[in-house]
């Protein structure tokens, strides 16, 4: 099946601090990558959709500003969190879609603690 | 827009035996719809999916069934195995949604020895 290799799987940062989350499709070109929050024992809530060459389309809630979503190429989209806070920690994980079936992999997440 | 309802929430099986969750899905115009497994920590798995045009997928020790008219879809898992333990979700995603998935609430699955 098809690989998305997400990095880093774990990060710890101070209050304030900004973090950058990779997420890359290593065997197949990705035209639209999603990323999602999970908090414990809970589903996936999709946070944005991330075009390839384009603005992401962000879900109701999700501020874009803090959020920073960036999708240069078919193989990568990056998330950063910014001005990140204790609130902001969860395990963010991300999708790529395959063009051809429509279907979604997901990368194995990051989990982000913010003290 | 769609919603996603799970059942059971946990799960509970002997090793050997079947396990079945379900899912109901509320628009009629969703046509894929796939399951996932999550491990501990993990990022969830593609296991099996099934699109609108077919009633039944079958692979290996996983099937997924579908019934448009009632509008819910049932994964079975036979003679399960404890590295089946793990959560799963059911999704959809809904025609002209921009494939955006809907998830499930999620069934932990514990397989017992």
């Known amino acids: ?115 | 827009g769609e919603n996603v309802e799970q059942h059971p929430s946990t799960l509970s099986v002997q090793e050997g035996d079947s396990a079945v969750i379900k899912c109901t899905y509320s628009d009629s115009a969703s046509n894929y719809f796939p399951w996932y497994k999550q491990e501990l920590g993990k990022g969830p798995q593609l296991i099996i999916d099934i699109r609108s045009n077919v009633g039944e997928k079958k692979d290996q020790r996983i099937a997924v069934t579908l019934n448009k008219t009632a509008k819910h879809f049932s994964l079975h898992i036979t003679e399960t195995q404890p590295e089946d333990s793990a959560v799963y979700f059911c999704a959809a995603i809904p025609t002209g949604g921009g494939n955006k998935l809907t998830f499930g609430t999620g069934t932990q699955l514990k397989v017992e020895l």
């Open chain 1, 1 to 115: 099946g098809a690989v998305v290799s997400q990095h880093p799987s774990r990060v710890i940062c101070k209050s304030g601090t900004s973090v950058k989350i990779e997420c890359r499709s290593l065997d197949f070109q990705a035209t639209t990558m999603f990323w999602y929050r999970q908090f414990p024992k809970q589903s996936l809530m999709l946070m944005a959709t991330s075009n390839e060459g384009s603005k992401a389309t962000y879900e109701q809630g999700v501020e874009k500003d803090k959020f920073l979503i960036n999708h240069a190429s078919l193989t990568l989209s990056t998330l950063t969190v910014t001005s990140a806070h204790p609130e902001d920690s969860s395990f963010y994980i991300c999708s790529a879609e395959d063009r051809f079936g429509n279907i979604q992999y997901f990368g194995a997440g990051t989990r982000l603690s913010v003290l």
